[in-house]
Nanobody
Framework: QVQLVESGGGLVQAGGSLRLSCAAS????????MGWFRQAPGKEREFVAA????????YYSDSVKGRFTISRDNAKNTVYLQMNSLNPEDTAVYLC???????????????WGQGTQVTVSS
């Protein structure tokens, strides 16, 4: 069992930045690949970014590549999503997920947090 708690969401103007955090518990953090998804009202859940457990390799959707950075701190059992150059299309609930398999993370993962709201105004 893995519990995930996201934080750091809020309201920001277009062009601004936010840093999201996801704290994990219930399992050795270093064994987990971690990811971020987002879901806007009326839209499907969308993959955003992921980071592999074994070597820290990162993966990004085309829509955020070059603007967002995923990182992890194994000593703090936390994964981060640094979001820069935000635009209104980034508005969504951002959800953290975890899975030993990076392939399953990208496909949807096994464990999910409740999400944190990110709102980008024009």
């Amino acid at each position: 069992q893995v519990q995930l708690v996201e934080s750091g969401g809020g309201l920001v103007q277009a062009g601004g930045s936010l840093r999201l955090s996801c704290a994990a518990s219930g399992r050795t953090f270093s064994t987990l690949s971690m990811g971020w998804f987002r879901q806007a009202p009326g839209k499907e859940r969308e993959f955003v970014a992921a980071i592999r457990n074994t070597d820290g390799r990162t993966y990004y959707s085309d829509s955020v590549k070059g603007r967002f950075t995923i990182s992890r701190d194994n000593a703090k059992n936390t994964v981060y999503l640094q979001m820069n150059s935000l635009n209104p299309e980034d508005t969504a609930v951002y959800l953290c997920n975890a899975d030993p398999s990076i392939q399953r993370i990208i496909a949807g993962g096994r464990y999910w947090g409740q999400g944190t709201q990110v709102t980008v105004s024009s």
